[in-house]
């Protein structure tokens, strides 16, 4: 199974992919975790771009796909045949919101995604405002880096929502940490418990 988790900078994905992880490890589930950009060859080039200056948004899609054709056959298909229950934080949804956000049709970058990517089985959609997001982000000490200009952001999050595909569950992103790691692991359970007889 492939669970992805989405959602704007500072919607709390890195913890909630954390305590999942956590979770179904001490439930026994094999589990493989990774993240988009990669820290391979073109997801390095990403997030550098992302500090310097920013590429073309064609030039941008481009390398984001290139990346994910090479996460798709080295770590998630064999993650896949392998049986293992795969958790990416990110995937091809975040190409659709962020690039889309730059003026690029989302719907053709989901189906030039589609023609080579496993569609996810679930998708937790961890939905904020950009303005909430922000402040969590400059709480933290980061600085937003050029992806994540408001903006931008909610163009991403309209995006997120339009998408209306009944494998993404919405989750408010703005509740406090425990309840939201509460109700993904419940739609995590869910999931398990339609697909393991
Ligand atoms: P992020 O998860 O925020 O990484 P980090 O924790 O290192 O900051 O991802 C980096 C940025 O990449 C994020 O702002 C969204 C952007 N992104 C895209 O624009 N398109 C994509 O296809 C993906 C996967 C990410």
Known sequence: MLVVFEGIDGAGKSTQVRRLVQSLRDENWDVVV???????EHGRRLRESALAGRLSPSEELALFIADRRQHVSEFILPGLDDGKLVILDRYYHSNAAYQGSRGLDWREIIRQNEAFAPRPDLVLWLDIDPAVSGARIRSR????NQFERIDQL??????YSG????RIVRIDGGCDEESVANEIH????RLIASRVP
């Open 186 to 189: 419940s739609a995590v359970s």
């Open 141 to 144: 000490g980061d600085v937003a």
């Open 34 to 40: 990774d993240r988009e950009p990669t820290d391979k």
């Open 154 to 159: 909610q163009r991403c999050r309209q995006i």
């Open 163 to 166: 998408i209306g595909d009944d």
